[in-house]
């Protein structure tokens, strides 16, 4: 017959494949060979000669035995198609001899006895998918050395291409004498087991990715506070550089010593079966502290125990957050009541000549206030930069080119902003009505600096307006309004020059109402140069 690929017969021998015919020549020669064996048994017992007492009853014995024989093998079948596994027998040279229907559901086909050797499949592959000769084969293999052959594993393809991956359990059968009769194999499939196992590498490489890369802690720890394992993002907010430096230790001495009662008895109530959630502090290897937001759950271990497995985030940050905006709504809270209060105080202080005039005067100052809270927003209520209080106060003159600011890059704290819009409001406000700013071609230049006790100096300098004969008879609610404000919120000093060409004035703002780390120093109190210089409008006017 034919063979295909060492296996398989052709198409057209495939429909001699039968599960249990045997050889016709093979089936008389075994046949008379037992025949004989009990007719020479038979004769023995029945007269203690050969060949004569009993040969009457020789006939009946040997149908007895024919029966008996037949009926052992149809037993025999019908175990081996009971047991519902692949079963099949070989001769001594690795012929199949018989198999069960089992084993051509296995194989995929019937392949014919006498012809097929070793194995029924196909084909025959290892586990990782190197074809596998069939010579090699476990059968074979258990022939060949007159052994059982255990613990391996194969893939039998079948004659349309699937595969289908097995155990076989080989086995060497011998007679009364030791001689070798053949073989038996029992062959279980394993494709279920293999579907099983690669879903489960499927949801464990899943379940590791996830571990490993989620941005929040995971880790199990057992009933006694062992830290059993942490992810690599634990790892990090702890501050340790490798799983080894903690996995095996104490969780409890990660927690800051305040939280550690309560941390151990919610992890006692999590290993009893409940899940729970609470917030505690670690300290970290380096010493960093974080505040930390935990959602625990019981885990069974391998031993029945129950673990915490709990998920964990860092909320430092969080909670730096709603401190932060606590403090922020205080500080508008009280700022809001502050611009109230100056605003009532400035609508009940404020003088003029007529109802109009007292109007544009109360407007103004309400704008410089309002000026100061738009700035103090934009910044989150931290402070504001001088530099852009500066530009929001003198605008108008700005566009029209008449202002030049040159000053560092300089931010004061929320409780100066309002006072140095005020004063700059009153400043403008004199300027524009009696000073450089009232005439066309008049200019202001507005310098300042860092001082050398760490104070802001500021010269405001007024060019090209009327002519000053000095300082007003009568200081007006704008003068006293600025020199007590410089001094009392601002925590400086102020001197007006009214010199012919304009006024100059020298103020001062206290150190402490400067945000740190802004500014240029400058030796022995003099103005240097602005590190952040901006200039605006210092074209000529004509006239």
């Not at 502290?289 to 860092?314: K, N, V, Y």
Request: hydrophobic content about 45%; overall charge neutral.
């Amino acid at each position: 017959m034919t063979e295909i690929a060492g296996q398989g017969p052709t198409a057209g021998a495939q429909s001699t494949a039968l599960r249990f015919p045997r050889r016709e020549g093979q089936a008389r020669s075994r046949f008379a060979g037992l025949l004989r064996r009990l007719a020479g048994a038979l004769g023995l017992r029945a007269a203690g000669r050969p060949g004569q007492a009993g040969a009457a009853d020789l006939p009946a014995r040997l149908a007895a035995a024919e029966a008996a024989l037949a009926q052992a093998e149809q037993r025999h079948q019908a175990l081996t198609e009971a047991l519902g596994v692949a079963i099949y027998t070989t001769d001594t040279e690795g012929r199949l001899t018989r198999y069960n229907e089992a084993a051509a559901t296995l194989w995929g086909w019937h392949p014919p006895l006498g012809d097929a050797r070793w194995c029924g499949s196909w084909r025959l592959y290892w586990p990782d998918g190197r074809p596998m000769p069939h010579e090699a084969c476990p059968m074979a293999t258990a022939l060949h050395e007159g052994r059982p052959v255990r613990g391996t594993e194969a893939v039998a393809e079948r004659p349309d291409g699937t595969r289908v991956p097995f155990v076989p359990y080989p086995t060497p059968l011998f007679d009364e004498a030791g001689r070798l009769t053949g073989a038996v194999n029992v062959l279980v499939d394993i494709s279920e087991r293999k579907s099983a196992e690669l879903a489960l590498a499927g949801s464990e490489a899943w379940l590791r990715t996830v571990f490993e890369t989620t941005p929040e802690c995971i880790k199990l720890v057992a009933p006694d506070g062992t830290l059993l394992r942490m992810n690599q993002a634990g790892l990090r907010m702890i501050e340790a550089g490798a799983p080894a430096e903690v996995e095996g230790r104490s969780a409890l001495d990660l927690i800051a010593p305040e939280h550690r009662a309560e941390w151990q008895a919610n992890h006692a109530r999590v290993c009893k079966g409940e899940a729970r959630g609470w917030e505690f502090d670690v300290i970290g290897l380096r010493g960093a502290r974080h505040r930390m937001e935990t959602r625990a759950a019981p885990l069974p271990l391998p031993d029945g125990r129950l673990a915490q497995l709990a998920i964990t985030r860092d909320v430092t940050a969080r909670h730096e957050a709603e401190r932060r905006q606590m403090l922020l709504t205080r500080e508008v809270d009280h700022r809001a009541r502050n611009a109230l209060t100056v605003a009532l105080s400035l609508v009940r202080l404020t003088r003029a000549e007529s109802p109009r005039r007292y109007m544009e005067v109360v407007e103004g100052r309400v704008a410089a206030l309002a000026h100061a809270h738009t700035l103090l927003a934009e910044r989150g209520w931290s402070g504001a930069e001088f530099g852009a209080l500066a530009e929001r106060e003198l605008i108008p003159h700005l566009v029209a080119g008449q202002v030049a600011l040159r000053g560092a890059a300089v931010s004061l704290v929320p409780g100066a902003v309002q006072a140095a819009s005020m004063v700059l409001h009153e400043l403008a406000t004199n300027a524009a009505g009696h000073g450089a700013l009232s005439a066309p071609g008049g200019r202001l230049e507005l310098d300042w600096a860092i001082a050398p006790d760490g104070g802001l100096r500021l010269l405001w300098t007024e060019r090209g307006g009327p002519p000053l004969a000095g300082p007003p008879a009568r200081p007006g609610f704008g003068t006293k309004l600025i020199e007590s404000t410089v001094r009392g919120q601002l925590g400086g000093n102020i001197v007006q020059h009214w010199e012919a060409e304009g006024l100059r004035c020298e103020l001062t703002i206290a150190a402490d109402r400067l945000l740190p780390g802004d500014g240029l120093a400058a030796p022995g109190g003099m103005m240097l140069a602005p590190m952040d210089e901006r200039w605006h409008g210092v074209a000529a006017q004509p006239g």
